[in-house]
């Protein structure tokens, strides 16, 4: 006879899941060993925020949530992090967190947390099992809800006594395609006819032109109306080949070089736009007319609100308004000529020989050493503003960059995942020295697993970012600095393969003999942000935008 645990393992089979992250408790004994003799992989970590990290990447990746599971209490708080990560970042995933019995009670409140009640406010649902003959229809439920626009995060809580008692089989819930509306007719007009009369159009491309069922629709919609692009930080990368038409990313709010074009234009094609994100342009009474394009409707803020919307499956939505406009714009490529400018400015120093290296050398030299379909997974620091800015992109969803929690820690998780889901490519997670030791335990389950990466840290000996918004702010330089372990001995001591660039000309070869010899490497290479505030802070404060005649 089968029981709970069977069931549950057997519905999440029924998923297509292929594997689940994270470190089991007590309480989930039962379904470890369900798993056992199923064909489901149990990747263990060593910190369940990793395996949320991971499991939700699996999620932006590839559209079908990534699972990961946790015991109750304290493991299960450990996902919290990551939960808001992806309820945040609108990635789908399911996480299973077990619980003491609920029939009997034997050890009193012993680890007892209401998780259900803690993952209420950071997922999309977030239930209790309380009987095993609802368990394919719950799995069932909670992947369809994870899936579905907006996509985000749902918990499953299976108690102890559940997952262990013996049950009838009951039959699961064949899952079956569900098609995303398109928008409707009229909203489709009204965006025609809006593009057909701006005099100096733009597209943006935001969060939710990432998810992977719409990057082909995208593509088409750039290459059939010609109107020039910039990217919020999370749709970085979201049209491939669009090269020829991109402006930049919005890696600032405003008055970085790309906001001349943002500034210019009379009408902004806002395709997937996500206001988690950090304000790409900030929206004012006299700006340029917006069209929100998206999956779910515009969130009204008071830097966003547009003016017009077309909301449905955001391809074949797009490939509609191509149909009505293609062909017939004359004003499409009016803000190209600001192109050659913009691009010039951010990609000023890229190549200068200066130690320890500038940021704007740094993401040029890794550049070099990623194939267009290499994948970079970014933590979050300074860092990321640079490769934000700087970095471009040749194809779809190769950069992995969190603009929505914005937590430490995701670099090399979500690195890893990237790498185990194509493990043919170049996968580099680029962290600082503070946020990669917020989860550097998981190099060992990276060599466990015998992935192909490459860590690459930026090591200034602080929490970077925060010191240099100190010093803008004119505070003074106080409580932001730690030393570090020796990186090189510190990944070998995990069975990895340690480098520390001491000249900038050695990075690129540093980086290209690590990606040659597989496995996992760490390379260490300190950065000048003295950039920061030249750049960010000064060139950009002396910055006029371009005003011309229109
Ligand atoms: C979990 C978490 N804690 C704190 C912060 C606030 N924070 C943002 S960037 C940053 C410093 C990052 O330091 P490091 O990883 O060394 O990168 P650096 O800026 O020095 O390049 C901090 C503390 C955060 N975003 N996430
Ligand atoms: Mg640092």
Redesign the pocket.
């Known amino acids: 006879m089968p029981k709970g645990s069977d069931l549950l393992v057997a519905a999440l089979e029924n998923e297509g899941v292929d594997r689940i992250f994270g470190v089991p408790g007590e309480e989930n004994l039962d379904v470890v060993e369900s798993l056992r003799t199923s064909g489901i992989e149990l990747v263990l970590t060593r910190h369940e925020q990793a395996a949320a990290f991971m499991a939700a990447t699996h999620g932006r990746l590839t559209g079908r949530p990534g699972v990961c599971i946790a015991t109750l209490g304290p493991g299960a708080l450990n996902l919290s992090?990551g939960a808001a990560y992806a309820h945040l970042g609108a990635m789908p995933m399911l996480m299973l967190t077990g619980q003491k019995a609920i029939m009997s009670s034997r050890q009193a409140r012993f680890q007892i947390v209401d998780v259900i009640a803690a993952m209420k406010p950071l997922t999309k649902l977030s239930r209790q099992i309380v009987g095993t003959a609802s368990i394919p229809t719950l799995v069932r439920d909670a992947f369809r809800v994870a899936m579905e626009e907006r996509p985000g995060p749902v918990h499953l809580e299976l108690p102890e006594d559940i997952a262990g008692e013996e049950c009838a089989d009951v039959p699961l819930v064949p899952p079956h395609p569900i098609e995303i509306p398109v928008a409707h007719r009229d909203a489709l007009d009204r965006a025609a006819e809006m593009i057909l009369q701006a005099r100096r159009p733009l597209i943006m491309l935001g969060a939710a032109a990432s998810r992977p069922r719409s990057t082909a629709g995208l593509a088409g919609f750039v290459r059939r109306t010609q109107i020039p692009f910039f990217t919020t930080q999370m749709g970085k990368g979201t049209v491939p080949g669009g090269g020829n038409l991109y402006m930049g990313t919005a890696a600032l709010s405003e008055r970085d070089y790309v906001h001349d074009a943002v500034d210019r234009a009379d009408l902004i094609i806002a395709i997937g736009h996500d206001t988690v994100e950090k304000p790409p342009f900030i929206m004012g009474p006299s700006g340029p007319r917006v069209i929100h394009v998206s999956y779910m409707p515009a969130n009204v803020e008071q830097v966003y609100f547009p003016h017009a919307e077309v909301v449905g499956d955001v391809g074949p939505s797009l490939e509609l308004l191509a149909d009505r406009i293609e062909g017939r714009l004359h004003n499409a490529g009016a803000l190209l000529k600001l192109r050659e400018g913009i691009l010039g400015r951010i990609t000023d120093r890229a190549t200068e020989d200066r130690w320890p290296p500038t940021p704007q050398r740094i993401v040029h030299d890794v550049r070099q050493v990623i194939p267009p379909d290499g994948i970079l997974a970014l933590?979050?620091?300074?860092?990321k503003i640079w490769f934000a800015r700087n970095y471009r992109t040749y194809v779809a969803n190769t950069v992995l960059l969190d603009n929505a929690l914005?937590?430490?820690?995701a670099g090399l998780p979500s690195g890893m995942m990237a790498s185990m889901l194509y493990p043919d490519r170049r996968v580099m997670a680029v962290?600082?020295?503070?946020?990669?030791m917020?989860n550097s335990q998981e190099l060992e389950t990276a060599v466990r697993l015998g992935i192909n990466l490459v860590v690459l840290i930026?090591e200034?000996k602080?929490?970077?970012?925060?010191?240099?918004k100190q010093a803008v702010d004119d505070f003074p330089d106080f409580g932001l600095t730690f030393g570090n372990p020796d990186f090189v001995r510190y990944a070998e001591a995990y069975g990895a393969h340690g480098w520390r660039v001491g000249a900038t000309e050695k990075l690129i070869p540093t980086l290209e003999a690590a990606f040659k010899a597989g496995g996992v490497h760490l390379v260490v290479c300190p950065?000048d942000?003295s950039e920061n505030t030249r750049v960010l802070v000064d060139e950009l404060r002396a910055h006029l935008p371009v005003i011309e005649p229109t």
């Open positions: 992090t933590d979050n620091g300074m860092y914005a937590t430490m820690g962290c600082g020295d503070g946020g990669f917020m930026l200034d602080a929490y970077g970012m925060i010191r240099w950065i942000y």
